[in-house]
């Protein structure tokens, strides 16, 4: 066995080679309430006024409260308790705050479930279906249950072995291919780890009804879920005992390696948990990984019963150069095929197109490389498994071969600058049709929504360009893009809505009241559409409406973009000087002090 010291030093290098996976996975669990629910960021966010703080904390009891009134069958009590918490929260919002509750489908969202409506909602439709009180209530109580026990088992548990899985490859390898959270999903044992977890939950639970069992049976039980991480075909009780026979003669120990993290808790207090978010437990989690690595090696050396059934020795090491070459044939004469048809670029083309995906050239020599970077992108994993970078999955005892996807968008492209702009305008006229649309719905009105005249909302079209050129980078990535969406997405609608307001003194759109608003420009339900829109652009529409781009022949084209580049031009120049407004499209009014100062400067 090594020392708390080795441990130690083992984890600081564990991190320092994956610091941002490792730590946005403990976020993500954080965030999951799966651990660390101490450092959860979103536990402080809430905190606008006095007021409405008084509210929120209220809500979380009425909402116990409102499911109490059902079970009692005091439906309507429970309903107005919770109509009067959500009543409190818009009455107690106001315009300055970022946590509006007043506005919006995700303000609605968070009222219903915080103030416990969306019980009575349930229960209600469930008394109209069934025309009886008392099988309403049955089937509220068998639906509740069935969904609380199926999200924490299935996504808040089996995520501890997932972090745990992750953590082991991080420790042995350089890379970790974020496609290995799915670990679990893709052996076929999701259900059988997820069991283990919430069964050692379930023993732990009554521990903790003795007067010290819960103390030594946590240290019993801790190496649980790295088994079952390990090899998820392990029975759950099979799983527990190993633990249990694994930390004999180490509880002590690793008590005293909790004990060594006190400066850490002291460091956490004294940042309000920021350091953990940002280091600690990621650090705490690497720490105890190396930990498990060596009680496992003692475990077998002891031969331990069931230990021999910790089998996946490449979670420790890299397999041999010549079976992994054996194994990842296939993948080593893709990549020979690869590097035969590689298509030659020249400096500015291999600039343009790695960094904003533009290409400078023809389409058919665009269409050849894009073909073979798709292909490099694909095989890219298999060769660092190849290589003894990332773990060889294919040489996983429970691996089996995947199916090929039916479809293939081929999203690792670039594309041409007449593509481009006529992308540009089919995205503007989609988000046209969507604004009309929705007003159309709600108000029953034909309003020609937007700043110009014609049938485009160009912010729509320049979101998707920017996502598409900006990020292009990121595109292998679609965590990293994903946020980059959402922050391009931001910065240019609350740019736009800022210049717009200098340049005419009103607002053609206002997000006052919504959930997580900045200023009324931004708000967290509008970037949320914006970025899953952008990422189906950029991952499927945008290569689909590429493709048949692409079949059309130039000489079209070309006149075509051209003519509409000439119509847009000209509907900026004339909306300048008049731009669309009226009921429906510029509805955000300036307040009086506003309205004065424009006034002013008109005079000026």
Known sequence: MRTRKDWKKAAHQTIKKHYFLLIMLCLAASLLGSEF????????????????????????????DVLTDILENRVEQGDAAAQSVIDSLQKNTKDTDSLGHTEGILAKVVNTVSSGKVYIVLIKALQSITKSNSIATVLFILIYLTVTLAFSIFVVGIF????????????SYQKVPISHIGYFRSVGRWARAALGIMLEG?????????????????YSYIMTDYILAENPDIKPNEAIT?????MQGHKWECFKLDVSFIGWYLVSILTFGISDIFYFNAYQTSVYTEYYADLRRCAKDASIASA?????VYLYGAADKDLLAQTYADTVEKAAYIQQNAVPLTKAQQFMS?????????????NAYQKIENMRYQNQNNMDAEEGKCYPMRLNPLWKQKKKAVLNFQFLRSYTVWSLLMMFFIISFVGWIWEVSLYLVNTGAFVNRGYLFGPWIPIYGTGAMMIM??????????????????IVSG??????????????GMRWWDYTGYFLNLNGRICAEGLFVFAVGGMIFIYFLGPTIDTILAKIPQKVIIPLALILCTLFAGDMVYSHFHPNTGEGVTGYQPSVSETASLETEQLL
């Open 354 to 366: 790695n960094t904003f995906g533009i290409w400078l050239g023809s389409v058919q020599e665009k």
């Open 242 to 246: 190993l633990s249990r026979k694994m």
């Open 469 to 486: 050129i900006l990020l292009s980078s990121l595109r292998k990535n679609p965590l990293l893009e994903a946020v980059g969406a959402v």
């Open 308 to 312: 021999e059934k910790l089998n996946d």
């Open 160 to 171: 501890r072995a997932v972090l745990r899985r992750l953590f082991l490859e991080a420790r």
């Open 37 to 64: 629910s101490s450092s959860n960021p979103i536990q402080n966010l809430d905190q606008p006024t006095s007021e409405t703080s008084s509210v929120l904390q209220e809500s979380s009891t009425s909402a116990s």
């Open 491 to 504: 910065i240019i609608e609350f740019t736009t809505s800022w210049a717009m307001e200098m340049m005419y």
């Open 202 to 218: 379930i023993y732990m639970f009554f521990w903790t009804l003795t007067i010290v069992g819960g103390a030594i049976k946590h």
